[in-house]
């Protein structure tokens, strides 16, 4: 089963980091993704721009409306992901202990299961 990881990030809990915490976080995710490779559990990652060069499309009857983001009033965001296979729930919960943000406080590792795929093979 596919499950995506999706990494929730807190600026002010990252900020709040030294800088040698924060180097750690982010050659973190090398290693991570070694681990996963070697497994044949990766699927891929993306990593994503901060919430301010978003926009949202939402309808207005039958024209399109286009907002600048950021868009909701949260201290969190998704900062990115990673699509993995892996056999059971559990192993999917194991890799998201290993991502490094995991381990640290006020950011998170969201475990959700795909349902759905479509897309170029």
Avoid: W
Wanted: with cysteine; glycine share 10%; hydrophobic share 45%.
């Amino acid at each position: 089963m596919k499950y995506m990881l999706i990494m929730q990030v807190n600026p002010a809990a990252f900020d709040a980091l030294t800088e040698e915490q924060r180097e750690q976080v982010m050659t973190g995710h090398g290693a991570f993704m070694e681990t996963i490779k070697a497994s044949g559990e990766m699927v891929e990652t993306h990593a994503l721009a901060d919430p301010a060069q978003s926009v949202a499309v939402r309808g207005r009857g039958s024209v399109p409306v286009v907002t600048d983001g950021p868009f909701v009033e949260t201290k969190e965001f998704m900062g990115g992901f990673y699509v993995v296979e892996c056999a059971t729930r559990e192993r999917a919960i194991e890799l998201a202990g290993l991502i490094p943000d995991s381990s640290v406080d006020g950011l998170g590792v969201e475990v959700r299961p795909i349902v759905f795929s479509a897309g170029p093979q």
